[in-house]
């Protein structure tokens, strides 16, 4: 079946620093991959997608790379800023686009 | 832009009594979903419809939990009685169909006593 595994948090980093979330997925098929961010008491928001093996995804400085051959799907941010304190969610949609799973989110904490 | 809308934002009730959600998907949007997520946790499946018809309701507690839409387009969901275990965000989300991508409303967090 489909799944979706993304490392624990929570994570903490100092303003700044270089982010990466692990999101690793099992999948038949061609699946989409998606990051969604969700900021505290509020719905989830789509960040970044790719739809085909070696598509980027970006997005607010944010960035994810189809990587079939590994089944990944990293997020990773260059410099993160204290608004970018969230929890991510690493999702996928099977090849028909109709049905989606989620992993259980990665907290993260950015401090000035 | 258009929006997924949700009521009530925020519930509290006591448990064995009833509560019920509404949501409002994007205009067109064919599928619906609802999404169950405890904290700290992320979103579980209840139910999804495309249009009227639920095509997965797999995870849906079927002897207390119920949802409908019944004309294709809002929907609601209804819990009775609620049990303390029901505390949750609930999520609803809508996708066009075949799309591969679905937006979310902004919740209702439910707390049940």
């Known amino acids: 079946g489909n799944s979706v595994t993304q490392m624990e948090g929570p994570v903490t980093l100092s303003e700044e620093a270089f982010l990466t979330i692990n999101c690793t997925y099992t999948?038949?098929?061609?699946?989409?991959l998606f990051w969604y961010v969700q900021y505290p008491g509020e719905g989830l928001q789509l960040l970044l997608k790719a739809t085909k093996a070696d598509d980027k995804g970006s997005n607010k400085g944010f960035e994810a790379t189809y990587r079939k051959e590994t089944t990944s799907f990293h997020l990773e941010k260059g410099s993160v800023q204290v608004s970018d304190s969230a929890v991510y969610f690493c999702?996928?949609?099977?090849?028909?686009?109709?049905?989606?799973?989620f992993g259980t989110g990665t907290s993260l904490t950015v401090i000035p | 832009e258009a929006e997924v809308a949700q009521s009530p934002r925020y519930k509290i009730t006591e448990k064995s009594q009833a509560v019920a959600f509404w949501c409002d998907p994007i205009?067109?949007?064919?599928?619906l979903y609802w999404y169950r997520q405890i904290l700290g946790q992320g979103p579980e499946l209840l139910v999804q419809?495309?249009?009227?018809?639920?095509?997965?309701d797999s995870q849906l507690p079927k002897d207390r939990f119920s949802a409908e839409r019944l004309k294709g387009v809002d929907s609601t969901l209804k819990i009775q009685p609620a049990e303390l275990g029901d505390s949750a965000m609930y999520l609803c989300?809508?996708?066009?169909?075949?799309?591969?991508?679905?937006?979310f409303g902004p919740g209702t967090r439910l707390t049940v006593t």
């Open positions: 205009s067109g949007h064919a599928t």
């Open positions: 999948a038949t098929g061609y699946p989409s």
């Open positions: 419809f495309q249009d009227e018809s639920v095509v997965d």
């Open positions: 989300a809508s996708s066009p169909e075949g799309a591969g991508l679905v937006f």
């Open positions: 999702a996928l949609s099977d090849q028909d686009g109709n049905q989606f799973y």
